[in-house]
Nanobody, 114 residues
Framework: QVQLVESGGGLVQPGGSLRLSCTVT????????MRWFRQALGKEREWVAT???????RYASAVKGRFTISRDNAENMVFLQMNTLKPEDTAVYFC????????WGQGTQVTVSS
């Protein structure tokens, strides 16, 4: 059983930065694409970024140029470096794996406010 644990969220001022982490546990797995989603209060969950096994990265237009997705060598963690944060980035952030797209963690809250 795959489990995902997100961490690193918090309260930051506009223009600030946060680095989110996602740890994958639950046995021997070999994730393909790893991705980040976010869900703002009262909004639908939206895709943020994807990184493939070969380090190809894709971003939603709203975060491109500000966010950077990465993964570790063991492919059991995925990160999201978020810079120049805006209030509209406020959301709960979730990681997700191509292998098990229906598995979600608790998410980590990111609040951008002055």
């Amino acid at each position: 059983q795959v489990q995902l644990v997100e961490s690193g969220g918090g309260l930051v001022q506009p223009g600030g930065s946060l680095r989110l982490s996602c740890t994958v546990t639950g046995g021997i797995i070999d994730p393909f694409d790893m991705r980040w989603f976010r869900q703002a209060l009262g909004k639908e969950r939206e895709w943020v970024a994807t990184i493939t096994r070969t380090q190809i990265k894709r971003y939603a237009s709203a975060v491109k140029g500000r966010f950077t997705i990465s993964r570790d060598n063991a492919e059991n963690m995925v990160f999201l470096q978020m810079n120049t944060l805006k209030p509209e980035d406020t959301a709960v952030y979730f990681c997700n794996l191509e292998n098990d797209p229906n598995v979600w963690g608790q998410g980590t809250q990111v609040t951008v406010s002055s």
